[in-house]
């Protein structure tokens, strides 16, 4: 929950379960998770520069532009989301239409990706 110190900065433990093998990494700042301000842009940009597995950006999304901020900004691969739909009127849909409109890959679960 982030109350003990590791010890250890977000880039080194980054690297080092890369090299253990780790399949990709869920990256969630606990300052912004719930708070509907944002993806931290910033941590998430920092994790992806330092490994070469897929990064998932986590905590803190309130809207559709969060969204396709985090990838063009940060270069993730996918983001997560609960808070914005669960406390908005804004969908799964209408996200994924919005970042098709950007030519943003999404996954369609009936179709693979929407184009």
Known sequence: SGTINTGYNVQDWVKKVNALGAGEILISSIDKDGTLSGY?????????????????????????????????????????????????????????????TLKIPVRNSNQGSLF
């Not at 969060?66 to 270069?75: Q, V, W």
């Open 40 to 100: 931290d842009l910033d941590l998430i940009k920092s994790v992806v520069d330092v490994c070469n597995i897929p990064v998932i950006a986590s905590g803190g999304a309130s809207d559709y532009k969060n969204l396709a901020d985090a990838i063009s900004y940060t270069g993730c691969l996918a983001v997560s989301t609960s808070s914005m739909f669960h406390f908005t009127e804004q969908t799964p849909l209408a996200a994924k239409n919005y970042m098709h």
